[in-house]
DNA sequence: GCTGAGAATGAACGCGTGTTCATTCTTAGC
DNA sequence: GCTAAGAATGAACACGCGTTCATTCTCAGC
């Protein structure tokens, strides 16, 4: 099948797809460009010539340049999402602690850290405040992953006898994750995952005491 | 004076100003123009018109667009290191805890947390990646700030018994600011400064629990 | 009051951009 | 094997950008 596939291919002149896979390949292209080039300097012209593909393509499937950026943006934050709520959404877990163990463990794994995602997350970030689009794609991530967490750790709190404000605490571990990765992006060789885990694990043991067990 | 200036000024077809001021009138129009409509998308000739001068000045004064925008980051990159310098290098305070409650008001102040100046902050973060020179100014930024707050951190942390790691401490804090920051950016409704700083001092607390007095 | 140095202006230019669309090619359905 | 639907192409276009520079204007030094 698979040789038939590139042998079928080898003698044709164009290849066609679908939709989604065109779709997803310029997505993965402009990623690239961006953490190469950056959000301000990334052309048509280059997106679809890193993608193999050619120059009206990104239009016919996306029609506008702004609407493959946001689709990239939606792709980053959604994978993210799906990610995190495969752990905190999960029920095979044997307790909370374990959960949270896990969380962290995803929140710096490689495939999360990876510097062309972190660029784009960032790169959309700072633009952000003057795109009501951007803004609201990452607010609404960004309130998911948080009930998400908030939930987890209302149980954890639960469970023990030193009263947290639940609240605060989201707030707090959400800043401090958001702040690891943007050290990470920045000083990749003073900030490296593993001390990231290190730092949020403290802050969870400093919060929740019997995690440390 | 005043009226002189005013007087003086009415009648005349053009205003000579010394180099300075006219490169700090630029520098502080590009970073309302970057908040308004983001870094990707500013032009020299939005700058210049929000300047109120003409088309031309900025590359009499700059002679780059580039330099102008390498400028503007530094501007407030600097602005940040000078006010924390002044908290942690004065010998002002009757006590670490005094200091370390001046940092945070510091931080989370009116004057920080400006939407304007943290668009522009976090617009230049979000291009550090492909851009080496801004990389580096915000690399050695976050050093500078960095390195005073070890400093307080080890001498809070040699007043106490429960011993700390500083630098784990150190980097986690200043994740959490910036943090805290990026969530008073994104959604300034739902991170409030006042929220914020109870963030940051419950951190602190946690750390360090003499302070709590 | 003159004058030279240089600050300030804004029209003009060339280039690179996003987008369009006539054309070419592929394939599913018959 | 034919054909219609539509996927893919890339040359062409219009526009907006950063930058230049001839010109105008200002004022300190004499």
């Known amino acids: 099948m698979q040789t038939k596939t590139i042998k079928s291919l080898a003698g044709k002149k164009r290849v066609i797809l679908p939709r989604a896979v065109r779709r997803q390949q310029l997505i993965l292209a402009t990623?690239?460009?961006i953490s190469e080039v950056g959000l301000s300097s990334v052309?048509?012209?280059q997106v679809t010539k890193?993608?193999?593909?050619s120059r009206g393509i990104a239009n016919l499937h996306f029609e506008r340049k702004e609407n493959l950026l946001i689709e990239t943006l939606r792709f980053v934050t959604d994978e993210y999402n799906r990610g995190q709520a495969e752990i905190?959404?999960?029920a095979t877990f044997s307790s909370a602690a374990e959960q949270l163990a896990a969380l962290v463990q995803f929140q710096f794994s490689r495939?999360?850290?990876e510097a062309t995602k972190m660029a784009v997350w960032f790169a959309f970030y700072g633009e952000a405040t003057?795109?009501?689009t951007y803004q609201k794609i990452c607010a609404d991530s960004d309130a998911r992953a948080a009930r998400s967490v908030r939930a987890l750790f209302t149980q954890l709190g639960a469970a023990q006898e030193a009263l947290i404000d639940v609240g605060a605490v989201t707030d707090g571990y959400i800043a401090l994750i958001d702040g690891l990765w943007l050290n990470i992006l920045l000083?990749?060789?003073?900030m490296t995952r593993a001390k990231a885990k290190r730092v949020a694990r403290t802050f969870l043991e400093g919060v929740f005491p019997s995690i440390k067990a």
């Open 111 to 113: 495939s999360v850290t």
């Open 130 to 132: 003057s795109r009501p």
């Open 187 to 190: 000083a990749p060789q003073k």
């Open 31 to 33: 990623m690239r460009c």
């Open 88 to 90: 905190l959404d999960a």
């Open 43 to 45: 052309t048509m012209a």
């Open 50 to 53: 890193e993608a193999g593909l």
